[in-house]
């Protein structure tokens, strides 16, 4: 079966660039998404279709995704980002969740 | 506004069935793909099922053969028939209400989650 996998843990300073992966086989060659999840609270797509942010979502979030590798990047992280992050991809019709990525701002 | 609504979830002892509800509102059910995830207790988002437009369904192996998937188009609400269940399948169990189409996916809303327990 499909699998994605990330880093367990990142930190950032406030107002520095957080940078988060999610590897795959060949998951340049599929759309990724990404959700944060803060504690207590439902997940939330902040990225979908490798690189577009819903409504609502601040421009400091962006995606790109080539090759094995999607990467989630905060820019100008800010404390309320403090969240764990999931990518996300769909395999031959069924979804796949990244391992899950803790994002601590120092 | 799109509202999803869980409800069905418990304390049920092994081998035992659980049938979960995801009310819908603000949109139509048949005219998306739905999704469920769990949630296990400090654990990451694991996909459990889908049910496209067309009623096609898809399952995890970890639940395959074990729950299934529908929906009621008249009620506008998502099920999960959960049977022969088993410790490892205590979590929060989420409905997620799906966007995009074609290969582009994702899961653009979601419930507020129920709790499923498995224990004796």
């Known amino acids: 079966s499909y699998e994605l996998t990330q880093p367990p843990s990142v930190s950032v300073s406030p107002g520095q660039t957080a940078s988060i992966t999610c590897s795959g086989d060949?998951?340049?060659?599929?759309?990724a998404s990404w959700y944060h999840q803060k504690p207590g609270q439902s997940p939330v797509l902040v990225i979908y279709q490798d690189s577009k942010r819903p409504s609502g979502i601040p421009e400091r979030f962006s995606g790109s995704n080539s090759g094995n590798t999607a990467t989630l990047t905060i820019s100008g992280t800010q404390a309320m980002d403090e969240a764990d992050y999931y990518c996300q991809a769909w395999d031959s019709s069924r979804g796949v969740f990244g391992t899950g990525t803790k994002v601590t701002v120092l | 506004e799109v509202q999803l609504v869980e409800s069905g979830g418990g304390l049920v002892q092994p081998g035992g069935s659980l049938r979960l509800s995801c009310a819908a509102s603000?949109?139509?059910?048949?005219?998306?793909?739905m999704s469920w995830v769990r949630q296990a207790p400090g654990k990451g988002l694991e996909w459990v099922s889908v049910i496209y437009s067309g009623g096609s369904t898809y399952y995890a192996d970890s639940v395959k053969g074990r729950f299934t998937i529908s929906r009621d188009n008249s009620k506008n609400t998502l099920y999960l028939q959960m049977n022969s269940l088993r410790a490892e399948d205590t979590a929060v169990y989420y409905c997620?209400?799906?966007?995009?189409?074609?290969?582009?996916?994702?899961?653009?809303?979601w419930g507020q989650g129920t709790l499923v327990t498995v224990s004796s």
């Open positions: 060949k998951l340049g060659d599929k759309y």
């Open positions: 603000g949109f139509t059910v048949s005219s998306n793909y």
């Open positions: 997620a209400r799906g966007g995009g189409s074609g290969s582009n996916l994702f899961l653009d809303y």
